[in-house]
């Protein structure tokens, strides 16, 4: 995948357009980067062109400049799609990635062929209870964080993953998160219960992992019932379910992208 900047931003991103068919985006989880997405790139590399993007203060989109903040992400993703000609995309987010997808479909929703939102939760429809519940969580880890990146990485690397060689992965790309990007976390709750729920004109695949947290498992639980849309629970997974069963994760987002390339038809 070759490694491109976006102009007039501090946005990296990786791109391979060589399959000349539909596109597929992945944005990935808090604290690491695209790579975690390396099992999926693999499996569909030249069967759809592919899109990640490094948010903004992971991986390499880490030179911000004032004005510059988390919020701005869909506007970023929209650049590059107009950058690229990219008419419309299947769009994969894990975790907080789910978030950004969610933020990019409510403002360009002509541009989405369809969402896949793994450990994530309806960010037009977020319970104020969870979101205060998931604050006090984020800042314990911020705590551990601010002491030591490598303490902060150990004990995320527990949350995020469940098997042994998806936590060694995920602990690898998170000790190279910088505490300064902590800054732009904030701006996350400018994104949330900010649209009106309504009717997608899009497929929608909700999941998560069998040993993510109960109250993560509930969402996805809810979510799927009120959109009545497509789910899944990963067995012998926890919160980044594409690391910690690539396989499986390939084979149940290619049959989910089977189904929307045939309703289309």
Not at 30 to 59: C, P, T, W
Not at 154 to 175: H, L
Request: charged content about 25%.
């Amino acid at each position: 995948m070759q490694n491109l900047y976006l102009e007039n931003s501090p946005i990296a991103y990786y791109l391979d357009d060589s399959a000349n068919k539909e596109w597929l985006v992945f944005i990935h989880a808090a604290f690491v980067d695209r790579r975690m997405f390396e099992k999926q790139f693999d499996y569909f590399s030249g069967k759809y062109n592919l899109l990640a993007i490094d948010i903004l203060g992971h991986g390499n989109s880490i030179h911000a400049q004032k004005g510059d903040g988390i919020e701005k992400m869909s506007y970023w993703i929209d650049r590059i799609f107009q950058k690229h000609k990219i008419p419309a995309a299947h769009f994969i987010g894990v975790s907080l990635g789910s978030v950004f997808i969610q933020d990019f479909a409510n403002k360009y929703e002509n541009k989405v062929l369809s969402l896949a939102c793994f450990g994530g939760y309806d960010i037009n429809n977020f319970d104020i209870k969870n979101q205060k519940s998931n604050s006090k969580e984020q800042m314990k880890m911020m705590l551990k964080a601010l002491f030591s990146i490598k303490w902060f990485a150990k004990a995320n690397k527990k949350i995020s993953a469940y098997t042994s060689d998806a936590q060694t992965a995920f602990y690898n790309m998170n000790i190279q998160f910088k505490k300064s990007s902590f800054r732009h976390m904030s701006g996350l709750n400018k994104l949330v219960n900010k649209y009106p729920k309504k009717e997608r004109n899009y497929n929608l695949l909700v999941g998560c992992g069998e040993h993510d947290i109960p109250m993560e498992i509930e969402i996805v639980n809810k979510w799927a019932e009120y959109e009545n849309c497509d789910k899944i629970i990963f067995g012998n997974a926890g919160h980044c379910v594409n690391m910690d069963v690539p396989q499986e994760f390939n084979i149940c987002l290619e049959k989910f992208l089977q189904k929307c390339q045939s309703e289309k038809l």
